[in-house]
């Protein structure tokens, strides 16, 4: 080999000049922020006396005693059992509806399919805070239309914004505003299904449903999985929908959700080095959870493909 066919040595390190933009946004706004957020869960702030003059309040050691207190937190472990509840109500039906909409928009016959797409995927484009906001004053007996309505027929009249019809309430504005962004994925997965393969099924005598159940719904499953995981996502971080309502009912406390109390933990009540800790353990339950569930799908497709 001769020298001339050596590349010069800026073509070589091209690549890594592509790269170098964004290895450092993601170390200035991903990896530091972390980093920070884990050094912070590690300390304390000891103080003396009344905690006046200079030397009162010292940043000290704390180990894992900031997570000790975090995971006995009953307020951090009742709010996780409330999103917990939450999800159970959000996931299924979100899913459900997302996978039944794409199934729907992708039979033969549909009229007005594109008007129909739009319309399911446009309430994803509007911002949470303010799908909680229009949400929350429907909900609302004084200023609510549904309410005048119901009392005008006679029928009863039930408050969304107390005790149990609370889970309905949040639950509905996040399936409201997720399902369009979920039927989308689904939805272009039905698409990519080779046409030769929905021939031959309806040559079989297949009906529409038995084409779903059989031939679309095994054949996106791969979509279906990333919805999932996806949607327990934004789950366990659900903030902006109870936050929003939390001035319109007082069923909403300042800790209903664990990002709610690391929330107050950390600009209400000022004690970052809690607030840090309890986000750490929230990652790390994220991160546990979608990397077993992911295993156990990938898994799980193995085997079929063993099959």
């Known amino acids: 080999m001769t020298d001339a066919r050596r590349k010069p040595y800026g073509v070589k390190g091209a690549p890594y000049g592509f790269l170098l933009p964004a290895t450092i946004l993601f170390v200035l706004f991903f990896a530091l922020p972390i980093g920070y957020a884990i050094w912070l869960s590690l300390h304390k702030v000891r103080v003396k006396g009344l905690g006046l003059g200079a030397g009162a309040r010292k940043e000290v050691w704390a180990g894992l005693g900031n997570y000790t207190d975090a995971l006995t937190d009953s307020e951090l472990v009742d709010g996780a059992l409330r999103v917990a509840g939450y999800g159970a109500i959000v996931v299924p039906v979100m899913l459900g509806l997302a996978l039944l909409f794409a199934l729907m928009l992708d039979a033969e016959k549909v009229r007005l399919a594109p008007f129909t797409r739009l319309a399911i995927f446009l309430p994803y484009a509007i911002p949470g805070v303010v799908a909680a906001l229009l949400w929350g004053f429907l909900y609302l007996p004084d200023v609510s239309p549904f309410y005048f309505v119901l009392g005008k027929l006679g029928l009863p009249q039930p408050d969304l914004l107390d005790g149990g019809p609370l889970y309905i309430a949040l639950s509905n504005i996040a399936v409201w505003g997720g399902t369009g962004f979920n039927m989308i994925v ?68 300042t800790t209903w959700s664990p990002l709610m109390k690391v929330y107050r933990d950390a600009f209400n009540t000022g ?10 353990i929230i990652a790390a339950v994220t991160l546990v959870l979608s990397f077993g569930f992911l295993r156990a799908a990938n898994s799980r497709t193995k085997q079929e493909e063993a099959r």
């Open 186 to 253: 689904i939805y272009t997965s039905l698409q990519a299904i080779p046409a030769e393969v929905l021939e031959a099924a309806r040559l079989d005598g297949a009906t529409p449903l038995q084409t779903a159940l059989r031939i679309k719904i095994p054949m996106v499953a791969p979509s279906l999985v990333l919805t999932f995981f996806f949607s327990i996502i934004a789950t366990l971080q659900v903030f902006s929908e109870p936050t929003t309502l939390k001035p319109l009912t007082n069923s909403v406390s």
């Open 271 to 280: 004690d970052i080095y809690a607030a840090a800790a309890e986000a750490v």
